[in-house]
């Protein structure tokens, strides 16, 4: 529990038997801290009418069941999981006195066996089902933010690893993925019924990983098929060479495809079946050094994505970008120093649209990110913080490139166990209570306490 009227609270139910095992995990959450756009920043204009200042919460519950046994040497496994979400949000479409909610259901299950069928020879079948149920309410009922939208997704996969030799190991694995969906937004008579829509994706990977003396070496090549925006054939080629015990150096090569999400395509108003599937190349080199609990990464990388799909606030619609460039520098360090335990991290990028030379909006060109960390006989401590350099988004009024301002948010936890059973919890985000934007005309968390308990029996 903590400001914000926040309440968390979860069970977890475990047993082992002696050829298999049971879990029921339980759990409800809510919060109500601030609203989620900043009534002030919203000119009201034509397309503006204003946002509700209320405050906005969120509140879900879902459960998970999952068991597994070994049967005849073949090991099986079933999982169950359901959400139910509220989210309460903001409009600048429909003025001041406007409320907004976004109620979601998701359900999920999964099915799987494992088996040895020869000594080297391992494989794995997988079923599963993924469903998606939203409804978006305003309390105007002529608002466009009423909306339905849902989806369901089938999908199965038989994957095999096949060890060649002592030091080569093969993968081969066949997908199937059947999707259906449903949205408002597309019904020709604008009356609100739900227009159904469907596709299929069938795919296959094959992959070797291969280590001789020093050197290791990763092939991947994998073939995805779309029924509505067609196909893709991409691949990774990376080497590794151990210069020392304690210094390796890789290179990695790869193409990656992405197509446009039922998110994307369809969800109401905001849904751009227009939008064409991404293609991506890159290229990392990187360098690492390893020495018991300290050690060191440090890796350059180069992507070139063409149709990149991102979110335009000035149309409300996800679109591509025609060709997008990424290029920066990874750094990272870990280690122990007289019981503490320290982690830096440091990342310069530089993503443009090639066509237009702009930097593309939310992505900052560096972030810096500190952790320290700590424990001493029943209590455990860290202290983080993360700086964002500015970063460029699009004004909640006029959609024009806005640049928003660098910032550096802290938190910190500290956790006493008074015994095997009982542990007490206490943290406080946004140490410093930073005022700061991710998304220009939108709040985010002030400084917040949290407290908990965990009882273990």
Do not use: C
Not at 164 to 191: I, K
């Amino acid at each position: 529990a903590g400001g914000g009227d926040a309440r968390a609270g979860s069970i977890h139910l475990a047993q082992r038997f002696e050829r298999g095992s049971i879990a029921l995990t339980t759990a409800a959450r809510s919060s109500a801290r601030f609203s989620a756009i900043d009534a002030a920043q919203v000119v009201p204009g034509p397309f503006a009418a204003g946002a509700n200042p209320d405050i906005d919460g969120n509140r879900n519950r879902s459960a998970a069941l999952r068991a597994s046994a070994t049967v005849a040497s073949i090991e099986l496994d079933a999982a169950l999981w359901s959400s139910r979400n509220e989210t309460d949000f903001d409009s600048t479409a429909d003025g001041p006195s406007t409320t907004h909610a976004e109620h979601s259901r998701q359900r999920a299950m999964q099915l799987s066996a494992r088996a040895a069928p020869a000594e080297r020879w391992r494989t794995r079948l997988t079923l599963a089902q993924v469903s998606d149920d939203t409804r978006n309410r305003a309390s105007d009922p002529f608002s466009f933010n009423n909306g339905e939208f849902e989806a369901r997704n089938r999908s199965a996969a038989f994957a095999n690893e096949l060890r060649v030799g002592e030091r080569v190991t093969a993968t081969l694995v066949y997908e199937h993925l059947q999707q259906r969906g449903a949205s408002t937004a597309y019904d020709p008579t604008l009356g609100g019924a739900l227009t159904r829509f469907s596709r299929h994706v069938d795919s296959g990977q094959f992959g070797v990983v291969a280590r001789a003396g020093r050197q290791q070496v990763q092939v991947n090549v994998r073939h995805d098929q779309y029924s509505d925006v067609g196909g893709a054939t991409t691949g990774l080629v990376a080497y590794g060479h151990d210069l020392s015990p304690r210094w390796r150096a890789s290179v990695q090569l790869a193409t990656s495809f992405r197509a446009p999400s039922f998110n994307d395509l369809y969800f109401p108003f905001f849904g751009n079946r227009a939008l064409a599937p991404e293609h991506a190349r890159s290229g990392e080199l990187a360098l690492r050094y390893s020495a018991g609990d300290t050690w060191l990464r440090a890796a350059v990388f180069r992507n070139r994505t063409r149709d990149l799909i991102v979110f335009d606030p000035a149309s409300g619609q996800a679109r591509n970008v025609a060709r997008a460039d990424a290029d920066g520098v990874e750094l990272m360090a870990v280690a122990r120093l007289h019981g503490w335990r320290l982690q830096a991290d440091a990342s310069l990028n530089r993503a443009r649209d090639r066509d237009t030379g702009e930097r593309l909006l939310r992505r900052a060109p560096y972030a810096l990110h500190l952790a320290v960390s700590r424990s001493h006989g029943r209590f455990d401590g860290l202290f983080e913080a993360s700086r964002s350099a500015a970063r460029y988004d699009s004004d909640i009024n006029t959609f024009v490139r806005k640049r928003l301002a660098p910032y550096t948010v802290a938190r910190a936890a500290l956790s006493w166990r008074s015994s095997d059973a009982l542990q007490f919890d206490l943290r406080v985000e946004n140490l410093f209570d930073a005022d700061y934007a991710l998304v220009d005309g939108y709040n985010t968390q002030p400084r917040t306490v949290f407290a908990g308990v965990r009882i273990r029996l």
